[in-house]
């Protein structure tokens, strides 16, 4: 886990001294406005301008949990309006491009020490939420004649607010579980099963998916779902050298899979 955070710091460091040189972080050649013309003008603003850029893209790239992505929107849209109220005022200039860096500073620190006690704690247990679902598991290979393996009878589990309630969600992967009956009970050509418990549904009725590689991702609108899944859910001919993704969603009240194809390295 401590090498992930160390993977990140590093993405963090080759953002802040990949971003490009210049005067400022929009073109100045299309510089209209009161505030862009002095920061195009002024060497020292156009230098601030460019040391909050470089922090915001490493910001940028920091993972954000429970709503944080649109918390960071939301702020970078107050600076600008900050910024257009001072007009060609330099000193006002400073001063808001003084403030926004010590914030965005601050804020890096923040969510690189949220991202470490993420990376750095325990994996989530079992839930009471969550059991009922497990105990299907097992009434599935009994069905089959047979029982679930003891040292791998519990599926792996991710936690994640999917559904945007602020309430933690479970992926469940059942990629691990051993049925004597049956070594395809859970698992076959096209994947595993992947169970997705909502809180929104009292964590009945899951989201089902088979596929593999279960990956949360962090996006500006909230965190999504991505599961490989067989290629005929994205029309992939024979012998096709792309892969099928499927993105599972939060949008009008359900959650929903889109589906992509990717080269082997995304």
Partial sequence: MRALLSLAALALFAALIALPSQAASFDCSKAEKPDELAICGNPELS??????????????????????????????????????TCGGNVQCLEKAYDERIKTIESEIDAAMQSYFELMNADPPTLANDVAPIVSDYADECKALGGTLAADAGTPRMMTADLDGDDTQDYVLNTQNLQCDAAATAFCGNGGCQIDI???TSGFANPVSALGGQPT?????MGTTLEVWVDGTNCNLPGGSDQECWATYEWSDGALTPGYAARSPAQ
């Avoid at 893209?57 to 257009?84: I, N, Q, W």
């Avoid at 949360?216 to 500006?220: G, I, R």
């Fill in 47 to 84: 230098a601030l301008d460019s040391q909050m850029a470089g922090l915001w893209y490493a910001y940028a790239k920091v993972p954000m949990l429970m709503g944080g992505s649109g918390a960071r929107h939301d702020e970078a849209e107050a600076f600008l309006d900050a910024r257009a």
């Fill in 197 to 199: 418990a909502l809180s």
């Fill in 216 to 220: 949360l991702v962090q996006a500006e």
